[in-house]
């Protein structure tokens, strides 16, 4: 079942096209890989997807409504979650908090129940704390321990990278955007990381990932999607598009190519 | 200066502080969430306080009724103001702060000057020029000795009920699921959005909870000093953000830890009739241990501020600070200077000894401020300096920690 379709999605900035009448689609239980050079418009997609942009022209169907002049927060709660290429996690916070106000659309309790502290309040935090730290310990161990009370600034460029995940996990979302979730992280963590995603999938998520890393492109996903000047230039199996000229010819210009 | 004087000063500028930390919080947490100072606040405050006696005075509040429907009258009207000014101080965000939020960042800024400026002459137009009274039987009477200082039951009830408030929005800040979408808005914004979390609502609720704080500010000042006018709010309003400022702006603590040094810094100032050179002592002893404090190292802080024997058990470094700093205390300008040439050779002990000249330039400007005091008005300084104290108090925790006492709350975007 197509869960995302996105039909002649575009977006301008001044004159230049971000992303240009792309059409892009991911069935549910997928993991479909964007690859493009920088500036091709993985990230622009991203954010439109999102909401925090609004398209010029086209649709972006999410289980068959349009999600087109919703609120990012309205989005998220479509069941649509993302993580950033540069983080954006609360450095303030700690781990364990972080998650938990990813879960904060799930939860109930309003002003007033939390002011008066009800037991339904208690229960319902309790559960909260349980299933985060359940989603935290993805990462087996990582996160979990002494560490789901530091802040979430104190720790390790990777670990951020991985609670990220963990917080937009937290609601539950049905598809998951990971904008290179391996960016910055050694080659052994990068592996890790590809297998992680995948035993993410296998808990039941579709996932969108754009990723520079060939080796977590082609070991991870099911598609792969190529983009270049905002449009999309090739699409199929991970092998065949990195084998594409046109792809090969963004990457590496077409004397590149020649030589390639 | 007997005792009980000082015992009163100090009860009384922790009434005041209390009150600054009320209105201080409204402050501290906009700008947490929007990073906009909200400059109407302060006549929010007053509108508070106005509605708070506005109610009392039109329910009839009288000596002769009973105490439980007196303390029952005077909750209603608490809850009536508070209602009232927390639908104010949202109306103000939602129709003069969120139509410009995506301007550039002075727009919103003289918005809520505008707004404030309207709030005040609204209170004219309705209220007129005269101050209003808070009826004499909605405030309670008496007085609890405390150290021969005489109390008032209302300071005490003030005291202890705004640190009751202030727990509790700690609490509710830290713990359930609305502050810490309160938290993570003022973190980043379009990450909590992300989050699904509505952030023009928590924005909302900041304002709401800020305005209702201002409201019981209002209130228990109109019952402290029996009387509000039109523009108190304006005095209160820049001394609370001073506060918020003092303490480090955007943070919690730091507002309430701010509001207090202001309130005490204000009675001890004007209330003390010491002799010049306690003053001289008592005011370069608050920089020097502001500055010491602000010299070690963080984890020795805690145990210097508790523990005056392990101040002086650090390595070589942190040994030359502290005598850097004991220099400073006797000795202002010349002891700066005279470190200075007496260990130039070493660069890192040469920035100390910059810092130390800073120091001795502040002991010697308080030197020569006391000594006018003396001059002028016979070891008294007059009400009317009050907010000039104010303000030096700020200027001076600012030369030397910029971010204020607590530190500018800087969220961390990682």
New interface residues.
Partial sequence: MVLLETINLTKYFGGISAVKKFNFKINEGEIVSIIGPNGSGKTTFFNLVSGLYKPDSGDILFEGESLVGLRPDQISNKGIARTYQTLRIFGNMTVLENVLVGMHPRLQSNFFHSLLHTLKVRREEKEAREEAIKILSYFKGRLTGPRLNHPASSLSYANRRRLEICRALANHPKLLLLDEPAAGMNPSETIEMMEQIKEIRDKGYTIILIEHDMKVVMGASDRVVAMDHGEKIAEGGALEVARNPLVIEAYLGKKGAQIA | MGFETFVGLTLSGLTVGMIYALVALGYTMVYGVLKLINFAHGEIFTVGGYLGATFLIWIGIEDGIPLPLKILYVILAFLFSMILTATLGWSVERFAYRPLRKMTRIAPLLSAIGVSIFLQNLILLVFGVDPIIMPVAAIPEGYIPVFGANFRYLAVIIIVFSLILMGGLTL?IK???????M??TS??R??????????NMTIS?TFIIGSALAAIAGILVAMYYGTLKFDTGFLYGIKAFTAAVLGGIGNIPGAVIGALVLGLAENYGVGLKLGILAYFFILGLIVGLAYQFYFLPREARKKALFNLADRFSYDEGSLSKVKILNYCYYGGWISGFYFLFKERRDSLVRIHARQAIRVGFANTFLFLVTLIFFLNSNYKISSEWQNGITFLVLMLVLIFKPAGILGE?I????
């Fill in positions: 509710f713990k359930t699921r609305l502050g810490k979408a938290r993570a973190q980043d379009e990450a909590a959005e992300m989050m699904g979390i509505n952030t609720l709350h969220p961390e975007k990682v």
